[in-house]
């Protein structure tokens, strides 16, 4: 079955602990892409990655990494987390950036951070 | 700076009901449009598409939209909702201008909430 698949669903962790997110897609997709989900404020760019080691900042960069070194996995790396990157977390995928491809989205991660 | 505006944040109406979801963007070069839906307690799911062509986008469960060019705008429409409907609906806009490529905006959303 074609799928996103992201770990772990849930995660609760304390300030300063790093942490990664994995996420890993089956459909040999190019683009993948990093989200947060705040209520209000809807979706918002974290990370993209175009194809394998090309990544590249979206809306809200900062206090997160990701790598690209395989087309299939883009994890999402939080170094020092902090109380404020508490949010679920989606990843996505989609067959290219360059056409009209829609994004393919993962079941999500909420993270809660204290 | 570029950005998704959807105009409502909640709406609540009945069974059989018409919705409309309006959606702008503030982008100045060529995007490409879509909306998905978000069920309670699911990821998201794409509902329709636009690219080029028909400015009229028929998609999944009845729902389609008009992209009107000169009103940067990419409103959702459905003849008659159901309970069923209920969910957060999303319009997202992607860049497709060498600066930005890649890009994907999402709007903040809208919580359609349908009552029998």
């Known amino acids: 079955e074609a799928q996103v698949t992201q770990n772990p669903r849930y995660l609760i962790t304390v300030t300063g602990k790093k942490l990664t997110v994995t996420c890993s897609q089956n459909m040999n997709h190019e683009y993948m892409s990093w989200y947060r989900q705040d209520p209000g404020l809807g979706l918002r760019q974290i990370y993209y990655s175009m194809n394998v080691e090309v990544t590249d900042k979206g809306d809200v960069p900062e206090g997160y990494k990701v790598s690209r070194k395989e087309k299939r996995n883009f994890p999402l790396i939080l170094e020092s987390p902090s109380p404020n990157q508490t949010s679920l977390y989606f990843c996505a995928s989609s067959l290219t950036a360059l056409y009209n491809s829609p994004l393919h989205f993962g079941n999500g991660t909420r993270l809660t951070v204290t | 700076a570029q950005s998704v505006s959807q105009h409502n944040h909640h709406v609540i109406l009945s069974e059989a009901a018409s919705l409309e979801l309006g959606c702008n963007y503030s982008y100045g070069g060529t995007v490409n449009l879509f909306w998905y839906v978000q069920y309670p307690g699911q990821h998201l799911q794409l509902l329709l598409k636009?690219?080029?062509?028909?400015?009229l986008v028929k998609g999944i469960k009845g729902f389609e939209a008009e992209f009107i060019k000169s009103k940067f705008s990419f409103n959702l429409r459905k003849p008659s909702v159901q309970w069923s409907d209920t969910a957060e609906y999303f319009c997202?806009?992607?860049?497709?201008?060498?600066?930005?490529?890649?890009?994907?905006?999402f709007g903040a959303g809208t919580q359609v909430v349908v009552t029998p």
């Open positions: 997202a806009v992607k860049s497709m201008t060498t600066d930005s490529w890649g890009k994907f905006q």
């Open positions: 636009y690219f080029s062509g028909d400015p």
